[in-house]
C-alpha cells in the first residue's frame, strides 16, 4: 500500500465545474504540499499545509490531520487548470517527501 | 527572482557517455534533491542533501551520483548512462528545520539514453 494516495487518478469536467481531489497517507507528517504540473512539464508548488484551509484565488486547500486527509478544491475550473495535481507529505520523522502518484485533470471548454 | 536551474532542458545521449546534469538554486536552501518521473510511477527520489558536503540516497540511487561543494549547486552525474535511465528528472530546493516552507522545483531536465 503506497504510504501516500491520491484520488482520482484521472478526472475530466466541463468548464466551470467544481473540482475536488483527494489525498490520503498513512505516516505522521509534519506538512503536507499540493504542486501543480503542466503539460510541458514544469513543478509550481500551489500549497503547504500543515493545519486547516488556505486559499488562493480559485484554489482552496484543506487538510484534516486526524483522518489524515487533505483535498484540493477549484472552484470556477477553467481549461488552463489542465494539469497533473500532485500531493507530497513531509515525514514527521525526518525531512523526506514522500509523493502521490498525482491526478490528471482536464477541463474541457 | 527565486529560482532553481536546471541545464540543460533536454539531453539526447548514447549508452555509456558520461554526463552531468547541473541544477543551481539562489536562495540559501540548505536542502536540494533530484527526482525522476516517470509514466505510472509518479516521482521518484534519487538524491538528496542537507548541506554542503552532506549526501545521501533517496529510493532510486543505482546509476546516479551527487555532490554538494557548494550549497547553491547539486549537481547530478551519470557515469555510465544506461536506456533506462531515459525519464525526466528535476531537481528541488528548500529550506531545512522550517517546515512551514514550500518546495522550489527546476523546470525539469528530459534526458534520453540510446
Known amino acids: 500500500k503506497n504510504e501516500v494516495e491520491q484520488s482520482p487518478q484521472n478526472l475530466t469536467a466541463q468548464e466551470g465545474e467544481f473540482i475536488t481531489i483527494n489525498c490520503s497517507y498513512s505516516v505522521g507528517i509534519s506538512a503536507l504540499h499540493w504542486l501543480q504540473q503542466h503539460p510541458g512539464g514544469g513543478i509550481v508548488s500551489l500549497f503547504m499545509?500543515?493545519?486547516?484551509?488556505k486559499k488562493h484565488g480559485r484554489l482552496i486547500a484543506t487538510i484534516n490531520i486526524q483522518e489524515k486527509h487533505s483535498s484540493l478544491h477549484i472552484t470556477a475550473s477553467h481549461p488552463r487548470d489542465s494539469a497533473v495535481y500532485i500531493c507530497a507529505v513531509h515525514m514527521d520523522s525526518n525531512y523526506q517527501l514522500i509523493w502521490g502518484a498525482g491526478t490528471k485533470l482536464i477541463i474541457k471548454p | 527572482e527565486a529560482q532553481v536551474t536546471q541545464n540543460p532542458r533536454y539531453l539526447i545521449t548514447v549508452t555509456g557517455k558520461k554526463l552531468t546534469v547541473t541544477c543551481s538554486q539562489n536562495?540559501?536552501?540548505?536542502?536540494m534533491s533530484w527526482y525522476r518521473q516517470d509514466p505510472g510511477l509518479g516521482l521518484r527520489q534519487i538524491y538528496y542533501?542537507?548541506?554542503?558536503?552532506?549526501?545521501d540516497k533517496g529510493d532510486v540511487p543505482e546509476g546516479y551520483k551527487v555532490s554538494r561543494k557548494e550549497k547553491r549547486n547539486f549537481p547530478l552525474i551519470l557515469e555510465s548512462p544506461s536506456p533506462n535511465q531515459t525519464s525526466l528528472y528535476f531537481c528541488?530546493?528548500?529550506?531545512?528545520?522550517?517546515?512551514?516552507?514550500?518546495?522550489?522545483f527546476g523546470q525539469g531536465t528530459r534526458l534520453t539514453v540510446v
Open positions: 499545509l500543515s493545519s486547516g484551509k
Open positions: 528541488a530546493s528548500s529550506l531545512l528545520g522550517l517546515m512551514n516552507t514550500e518546495a522550489f
Open positions: 542533501s542537507m548541506n554542503v558536503e552532506v549526501t
Open positions: 536562495m540559501n536552501h540548505e536542502y
